[in-house]
């Protein structure tokens, strides 16, 4: 599973996570690692990054099930 997917994952089971919360969710030790992945998903239509007043930006799932002609291609090797 990559690290793309398990972000899916944790979006479905808690929307709306700060890049953080995915990060500790996740066991992920570098917050840009996160923060990297989440700015694809926006990229590609599957999430909605959100500030909320003066909090952290938010992450929210603006599609649950990938369309046929995107695929999910990890930046991680």
Same mark, same amino acid.
């Given at each position: 599973?990559?690290?793309?997917?398990?972000? +899916?994952?944790?979006?479905? *089971?808690? #929307?709306?996570?700060?890049?953080?919360?995915?990060?500790?969710?996740?066991?992920?030790?570098?917050?840009? &690692?996160? #923060?990297?992945?989440?700015?694809?998903?926006?990229?590609?239509?599957?999430?909605?990054?959100?500030?909320?007043?003066?909090? @952290?930006?938010? #992450?929210? +799932?603006? *599609?649950?099930? @990938? *369309? @046929?002609? +995107?695929? +999910?291609?990890?930046? &991680? @090797?």
């Amino acid at each position: 599973m990559t690290l793309l997917t398990k972000i +899916l994952a944790v979006l479905i *089971q808690d #929307n709306g996570l700060s890049d953080r919360e995915i990060r500790e969710a996740l066991g992920v030790r570098h917050h840009s &690692q996160i #923060n990297q992945e989440c700015r694809l998903l926006q990229s590609r239509g599957y999430i909605v990054r959100k500030r909320d007043g003066e909090g @952290p930006i938010r #992450n929210f +799932l603006i *599609q649950l099930r @990938p *369309q @046929p002609q +995107l695929t +999910l291609v990890s930046s &991680q @090797p």
